[in-house]
């Protein structure tokens, strides 16, 4: 280990959900990992993150494809090229995989079939917030008996399903970027969804399963994600695996407005597509994102002593 990378048998993905546009902070972190496995002679994997069907669009893997190679960023797996060892790489052809987990988990007790209703929720959130206290699932499904769960599915409710998060627990990681970060069991919100209602995994879960059946040695994305993390490791204890290494990168900031770059701000161009209609050269954007990204690389003193 040296500076929190091992540099053996790396293997970094870029998962992009195929929402139609490469967004200048997603090529950035795309960015990240391509230059990641490059330095270190590993393996680039592209997964397609496409559960929330509501957001895909068509075609929306392919522009994702054609950005990235209009970059110069390729890969050495991906649904195109796959290796039988971890295929397939879209996340919609991986349901019954995930199923197999939650099942695991639920026979262990660990998750179990939460049957509250949108409408209780809300009123759950409200009380919260009337009485002060930060909006969290209360887990009153937890530990409920066969019959209430039977009458509940009898009524015709639809259960997600939940993890079950031990009390005063520590969830930390070393991050490769913002060093030693931790989060209590008890500020994150309460039981969380592993499973939506419809039977499909939420992020968190479909993301932990893929990276540690992936073989994937360092997980770099935008700090956006930082609150996911705890989640992501309470996943990986109760499936007993252990968690990659996080490198969380900070986002692209708007000067003028020191806030996160956000469609809203029309004075920046956002979308790589938007700079390839524009006539801009594809090596000037490479270098121009390496550029921002370099200058937190070098900060991170990220490949200080790699060689
Ligand atoms: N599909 C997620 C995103 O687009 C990927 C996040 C991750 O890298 O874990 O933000």
Redesign the pocket.
Known sequence: MDNGVNHKNVRV?????PTGFLHIG?AQ?ALFNYLFARHFNGTMVLRI?DTDTKRNVPHGEESQKDNLKWLGIDWDEGPDKPNPKYAPYRQSERTAIYSKYVEKLLKEGIAYKDYTTEDELKEMRDVQRANGEAPHYDGRWYGRSIEDQKKAAASGLKPSVRLHLPSHHTYAWDDIAKGHVSFDSDNMGGDFIIQKSNGIPT?NFA?VVD?HLMDITH?L??D??IA?TPKQIAIYEALGWTHPNFCHISLIYNPKTRKKLSKRDKDTLQFISEYKRQGYLSDAIFNFIAFLAGLRLVKMKFFRKMN
């Not at 993905?13 to 959900?17: C, E, G, K, L, N």
């Open positions: 993905r870029y998962a992009p959900s997603n972190s993150e992020y993301v990276d997980v994305r935008g956006d994600h996911n």
